[in-house]
């Protein structure tokens, strides 16, 4: 069993969230939200951004925390899920993304499950937002030396 961790991104504009067609193989044309495994010594927040520039070419600010996701089943995953808002660029598709579009949230409940990344996530993840579930950035506390 592998452990990964990730971070995630909804980014919201004008009441929509966009999201990523992924071009990689294993994950080839499944919707999913921007994002990626993170960097030894990067911080949550600043992987979710990175992650969302690489594969939309968005900058975007984090305004909250969404949740902290623990999936495991053949291999176990932790997904920080933030929420963002574009502050430059134009959406298109980056790195080993096939398109991006925007989505009414309501109608992310109504998609396929088999043309998620990972369901189980993607759907809580979209529950929570709905919900209006948001926790401060402050919630996650950066620890020791490369932490500053």
């Known amino acids: 069993m592998e452990m990964r961790i990730y971070a995630t991104a909804i980014v919201e504009k004008d009441g929509k969230i966009l999201l990523v067609q992924e071009a990689k193989q294993k994950n080839f044309q499944k919707w999913n939200y921007p994002g990626g495994t993170m960097e030894v010594t990067e911080k949550a927040w600043e992987a979710a951004k990175r992650e969302v520039f690489e594969e939309t070419k968005l900058e975007v600010e984090i305004t909250a925390l969404l949740g902290v996701y623990n999936s495991i089943g053949k291999n176990h995953s932790i997904r920080f899920v933030f929420v963002a808002k574009p502050i430059a660029g ?39 937002y709905l919900k209006g579930i948001r926790y401060p950035l402050e919630i996650i506390r950066e620890m020791g030396k490369h932490n500053k």
């Not at 309501?106 to 809580?124: G, I, M, S």
């Open 90 to 128: 134009t959406e298109e598709a980056g790195d080993n993304i096939l398109a991006v579009r925007w989505a009414d949230p309501a109608e992310l409940k109504d998609l396929d499950p088999a043309h998620h990344v990972n369901p189980l996530v993607f759907e809580a993840a979209v529950a929570d």
